[in-house]
């Protein structure tokens, strides 16, 4: 069974600073895809960011860019220039060849001005 | 529409009762999803559709929760006999097909069994 870890229930960044969100999985399938979700309060989920297993290159998107690490099983987002609006809870996300998402916990991510 | 439509927002129903919840899916997309969000706790997928029928239901808890999708498009979550542990946020998610293309939520159902 797939299962996704997120270990930092909270984190804080002043604002335009940079910070680092963490993510372990693991899985026996070599072919999958890997995603960050934001949530603000008002629910809904947000992609952020999305990289393919098979892709050596770490996706970048914006403000937002993942540090992939297949052998160790790793996928962290980095979130440059913190802006107020990043605030919110960011999961972290697998899927595979059984086409159903699986989440970890989150991080509640908070942006101080 | 132009996202993911769920409702209601939010449900407040007593233990035991029946309850719907429903999910408009874009318009086109194929793939429909049900997840199940507890407090503090990342989703937990449900049950998924592709068109009519159910692909895989094999998140639902017990026999007590059922779905369907009869024309492919709106999909019902059905709930009989609720319990305070059913309370939770239900994510509607889909997706134009299946494989990596991107899958749009809905805004949820905040469902609360008193």
């Known amino acids: 069974a797939q299962t996704v870890t997120q270990s930092q229930p909270e984190m804080s960044v002043q604002e335009a600073e940079t910070v680092t969100l963490s993510c372990t999985y693991d899985t026996s399938e070599n072919n999958y895809y890997l995603f960050w979700y934001k949530q603000p309060p008002s629910r809904q989920m947000i992609l952020v960011i999305r990289?393919?297993?098979?892709?050596?290159q770490n996706a970048t998107e914006n403000r937002f860019s993942v540090n992939f690490q297949k052998a160790a099983k790793s996928f962290s987002l980095k979130i440059s220039d913190s802006q107020l609006g990043d605030t919110a809870m960011y999961f972290c996300?697998?899927?595979?060849?059984?086409?159903?998402?699986?989440f970890g916990k989150g991080t509640k991510l908070t942006v101080n001005p | 529409g132009a996202g993911v439509s769920q409702t209601p927002s939010n449900k407040v129903t007593e233990k035991g009762k029946y309850v719907e919840l429903r999910c408009d899916p874009i318009?086109?997309?194929?793939?429909l999803y049900w997840y199940r969000q507890s407090l503090g706790q990342g989703p937990e997928f449900l049950i998924y559709?592709?068109?009519?029928?159910?692909?895989?239901d094999s998140g639902l808890p017990n026999d007590r929760f059922f779905a369907v999708r009869p024309e492919g498009s709106v999909s019902t979550l059905k709930i009989q006999r609720t319990e305070r542990g059913d309370s939770a946020v239900y994510l509607c998610?889909?997706?134009?097909?299946?494989?990596?293309?991107?899958?749009?939520f809905g805004q949820g159902t905040r469902l609360t069994v008193v």
């Open positions: 990289q393919e297993a098979y892709k050596q």
């Open positions: 318009s086109g997309h194929t793939a």
């Open positions: 996300a697998f899927t595979g060849g059984s086409e159903k998402l699986v």
């Open positions: 998610a889909s997706r134009l097909n299946q494989g990596n293309t991107e899958a749009f």
């Open positions: 559709f592709q068109g009519t029928g159910a692909a895989d």
